[in-house]
């Protein structure tokens, strides 16, 4: 009797369960869309031998346009694509007029492919065509109106010897003036981000730097660093071949003032500062009686003459004034060389 209750008890569970409905199935969730790759990082070419089909035609150009000394300024921007920066007269401190006081600039690109394609600029009344070492100008009706020929500039002080007393900061063959975690190549030139170990004050130094090839990179990143004074004061390092030099640009101290004129010469030339360095004055109570001063020259041409800087410029490792300090090299991120660093107490 037992057993048949059970057998019922069983077939009527059987049957309700078979009665009631399947549950609901739980609303799939929505997938999660896959984050985008991050854009490419732009090329950093640190060697003139190891660079692009571009290099060779990025440069200066000297000669006549209509009669008149003229010249370009010839930025690569990637993939065959050319800035041409005009400048009546000559080159930003041989002979440019500064008018406009913004240059103009033409587009140009390649007219086919290939290392030996040529670059086509247009404009108006002119074309221009850059093959080689050589940019002809033309009319639209194909007279020639110019030609200019590709010069190299050196900074008047390139390989400037230390005088006597002068503090050899380095010469390509040690790292005893920097802290630990300066870093040298191994064709012996000093890299971005170190410090030097001694602190410094009123001084007079000279360096010489190389600027990346970062054709496709712009603003900013495009071969940034910067020498800080005292680790407190910057004169910016930066790739502003053909720009117009702005307090952020090539030789301009930081966000305080911009060069009189822009020295800097295309990326990859060894370039140079030579800079007079003053430090603040205080009085006994430790108030700034005076700010510090600097005057500079870039490639050997006076692009500030006793600028006063009111403050450590903006990013400054060390944020408040001070007498002393060491040097700085920032590291940006970009591959920065420098080489024959000394300097003179006053």
Request: proline share 9%.
């Amino acid at each position: 009797m037992k057993s048949l209750l059970l057998s019922a008890s069983l077939l009527v569970g059987t049957l309700a369960s078979a009665a009631d409905p399947a549950p609901p199935a739980a609303p799939a969730k929505p997938a999660v869309p896959a984050k985008p790759a991050p854009p490419p990082k732009p090329s950093a070419y640190d060697d003139p031998a190891k660079t692009d089909e571009d290099f060779p035609l990025q440069g200066e150009y000297v000669g006549k346009m209509r009669d008149a000394a003229f010249a370009f300024q010839v930025v690569a921007r990637g993939k065959g694509t050319f800035d041409a920066v005009l400048c009546p007269g000559g080159l930003p401190g041989a002979g440019w007029t500064r008018q406009p006081a913004h240059r103009q600039i033409v587009s140009g690109k390649r007219t086919g492919e290939g290392a030996d394609a040529p670059v086509r600029f247009s404009s108006n009344g002119w074309i221009g065509l850059l093959k080689g070492n050589t940019l002809e100008l033309t009319d639209f009706k194909g007279s020639a109106i110019g030609l200019l020929e590709r010069v190299e500039r050196k900074s008047d002080t390139l390989g400037a010897k230390p005088p006597e007393g002068a503090i050899v900061l380095f010469d390509g063959t040690s790292l005893a003036a920097f802290k630990e975690g300066a870093k040298m190549t191994p064709d012996g030139l000093l890299m971005q981000g170190c410090t030097t170990k001694e602190a410094f004050g009123d001084c007079q130094i000279h360096i010489e730097f190389r600027l990346p090839y970062m054709p496709e990179a712009k603003g900013q990143a495009r071969g940034n660093s910067g020498l800080y004074l005292a680790s407190r004061y910057e004169v910016q390092m930066l790739d502003s071949f053909g720009l117009n030099g702005d307090n952020n640009e090539c030789g301009g101290i930081y966000t305080v003032a911009k060069p009189q004129v822009n020295m800097c010469l295309p990326p990859l030339t060894w370039q140079t500062y030579d800079i007079d360095f003053k430090a603040p004055l205080f009085d006994d109570q430790g108030m700034k009686t005076a700010d510090a001063e600097i005057t500079v020259k870039h490639n050997g041409v006076v692009i500030h003459d006793k600028v006063t800087i009111p403050k450590p410029t903006t990013a400054a490792p060390v944020s408040t004034d001070g007498k002393l300090g060491t040097l700085y090299l920032q590291d940006h991120g970009n591959p920065m060389r420098y080489r024959n660093i000394w300097l003179v107490k006053k």
